[in-house]
C-alpha cells in the first residue's frame, strides 16, 4: 500500500510561488513501475489532474493552463515528488493533492481511474 503526504500549500499572491511537497512512502513495493500525479479540486468544481510524472524514467505530462508554469519533479531517492508553482494565478486556488498508480506514464494517461492511493490534500489559495 502506497501512502502519500503533501505538504507546502498555502496563502499566494497572483504571480507569486509555492512549491508543494509529497512524501510517497511503499513499505512493501518499490515504486519504480510507478507514475505519481498531482490532482487538483476548486470549490464547486470536479478534481482535475495537474502534473504527472514516472518515477522510473521522469517523463512528465502538464495540463495545458499549466503549462509553462508548474514544474513536477521527483528527488533521486524516488522518496519525495515536488510540484514547483511559478506565476500564480487565482484560477489556480485549489485543494492539490498527490496521487499514485501502478504502470507507465502513457497507461496511467488514458485512465485517470488507476490511481487509487491518495493524500489528503493542501490547500493553495491565490489571493492578493
Known amino acids: 500500500q502506497v501512502q502519500l503526504v503533501e505538504s507546502g500549500g498555502g496563502l499566494a499572491q497572483p504571480g507569486g510561488s509555492l512549491r508543494l511537497s509529497c512524501a510517497v512512502s511503499?513499505?512493501?513495493?518499490?515504486?519504480?513501475?510507478?507514475?505519481i500525479a498531482w490532482f487538483r479540486q476548486a470549490p464547486g468544481a470536479e478534481r482535475e489532474p495537474v502534473s504527472c510524472i514516472s518515477i522510473r524514467d521522469g517523463m512528465t505530462w502538464y495540463r495545458d493552463p499549466v503549462k509553462g508554469r508548474f514544474t513536477i519533479s521527483k528527488d533521486n531517492a524516488k522518496t519525495t515528488v515536488y510540484l514547483q508553482m511559478n506565476s500564480l494565478k487565482s484560477e489556480d486556488t485549489a485543494m492539490y493533492y498527490c496521487a499514485s498508480s501502478d504502470g507507465a506514464l502513457w497507461r496511467v494517461l488514458k485512465d485517470w481511474n488507476r490511481f487509487d492511493s491518495w493524500g489528503p490534500g493542501t490547500q493553495v489559495t491565490v489571493s492578493s
Open positions: 511503499a513499505p512493501r513495493l518499490g515504486l519504480d513501475y510507478y507514475a
